[in-house]
């Protein structure tokens, strides 16, 4: 249970930082009018919508390797050296991936 309110806690912020860019754009009643008869989706939108889940679980996956490594680290001390290595090695790696898929969220 304590999961499942963290997890609709973090969804409400995303939700707030969201929020914001609907109050600040303004338009004219014209413009409206040519916005309903397209009915088309404002994808750039969709593109930060996609960065924030790219960025959110990069986070939790680097997270996750560090609470993994430390607790390993805790239960065998004579192999933190290499254990130090492979979190950093994966951290890395998974960095890369994010900075990949934010360009490619960008780009679009």
């Known amino acids: 249970m304590n999961k499942l309110v963290k997890i609709v806690a973090l969804l409400f912020v995303v939700a707030l930082v969201c929020a ?37 679980g990069a986070a939790l996956g680097i997270g ?23 979190m950093i090695i994966s951290a890395a790696l998974i960095e890369g991936v994010t900075f990949f898929a934010l360009i490619v969220c960008m780009l679009k």
Not at 25 to 54: C, F, M, P, R
Not at 73 to 83: L, T
């Open 20 to 56: 914001p860019c609907a109050v600040f754009a303004q338009e004219t009643a014209a413009d409206a009018v040519a916005e309903a008869a397209s009915s088309s989706v404002d994808l750039h939108s969709l593109y930060g919508i996609g960065a924030g889940i790219v960025l959110l």
């Open 64 to 86: 996750r390797i560090g609470s993994s490594s430390v607790e390993s680290m805790a239960r065998q001390p004579e192999v933190a050296g290499k254990i130090n290595t492979a």
